[in-house]
């Protein structure tokens, strides 16, 4: 077991750390990939244009007052331009930047510290009008969806993964969120992992606010079997793993 109080150290701020050492940007190396590329897909689904006019009724002050977690959805699939616009919300890539000709930072709709984004987007889609059920990864670079697998057994996969949420079997989408630590540690080392938490709670306050816009509902989870998760997403569980994920549903 864990000593609890050497647990709280990873909470601080541990920039002085980073004056014995040299990162790996100071080190001249370069700077990893701003997304992971996706070699092996089924098929690539290229996302609408989103006319914001649909989504833009309530205020942002309605959002908030509107807010909170929901944990029972409606039968009703989402639509594909309403998926688009909860991955803008959550990714959705505003400017990017070039050096050598190489795309090496982008500035999106959240905050990240150092603008690193270490995060990509996997979807478990169970009611998408127009896409089958399956696992798909959204390239927030390319504005794109890949789908990579299409297992039947997704919906007891996620709820056993989840310690028994079963809510999270009935929702329309579950968006999970995997971190690639390498990407925030090239320029803060050991400072990088404090951050990246920090981010991940912007990504899933966006998801609760854009879901108010399109009458659906959401519920933060952080209550999940890291190797089952890892597992479900086929991910290494140590250069990339799961971080937080967030089932999505109509609830109007
Ligand atoms: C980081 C985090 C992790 C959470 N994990 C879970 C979870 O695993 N299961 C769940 O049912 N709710 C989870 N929640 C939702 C909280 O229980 C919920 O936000 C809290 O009860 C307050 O309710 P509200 O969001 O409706 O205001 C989580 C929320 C956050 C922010």
Redesign the pocket.
């Known amino acids: 077991m864990r000593d609890i109080i050497e647990g709280r150290e990873f909470l601080k701020a541990n920039f002085l750390d980073l004056e014995a050492i040299s990162t790996d940007q100071q080190k001249k190396l370069d700077p990893p990939p701003l997304e992971k590329s996706v070699e092996n897909f089924i098929s690539e689904i290229e996302l609408p244009v989103i006319d914001f006019s649909k989504f833009s009724q309530q205020s942002l002050t309605e959002a908030f007052k509107q807010?909170?977690?929901h944990?029972k959805f409606t039968e009703q699939p989402l639509q594909l331009e309403e998926l688009s616009y909860l991955l803008w919300a959550t990714q959705g890539v505003k400017e990017t930047f070039q050096r050598e000709g190489r795309t090496v930072a982008s500035f999106r709709t959240v905050p990240s510290a150092g603008a690193r984004h270490p995060f990509e987007t996997y979807l478990i889609i169970f009611r998408i009008d127009s896409l089958e059920q399956g696992i798909y990864k959204y390239s927030a670079i390319e504005n794109k969806l890949f789908l990579l697998q299409k297992e039947n057994d997704l919906a007891s996969g996620i709820v056993e993964a989840?310690f028994g949420?079963s809510f999270t079997a009935k929702s329309a989408v579950v968006f999970v969120w995997s971190c690639i630590p390498y990407r925030a540690e090239w320029r803060y080392d050991i400072a990088a992992h404090k951050g990246i938490l920090l981010d991940a709670?912007h990504v899933?306050q966006n998801l609760y606010l854009a879901c108010e816009a399109i009458g659906a509902g959401t519920?933060?989870?952080?209550?999940?079997n890291q190797k089952k998760m890892d597992e479900l997403l086929k991910l290494d569980g140590k250069d990339e793993f799961v971080v937080?994920l967030s089932p999505v549903g109509k609830t109007k």
Do not use: D
Not at 219 to 224: K, P, R
């Open positions: 807010r909170r977690s944990r989840t949420q709670g899933g519920c933060a989870i952080a209550a999940y937080y």
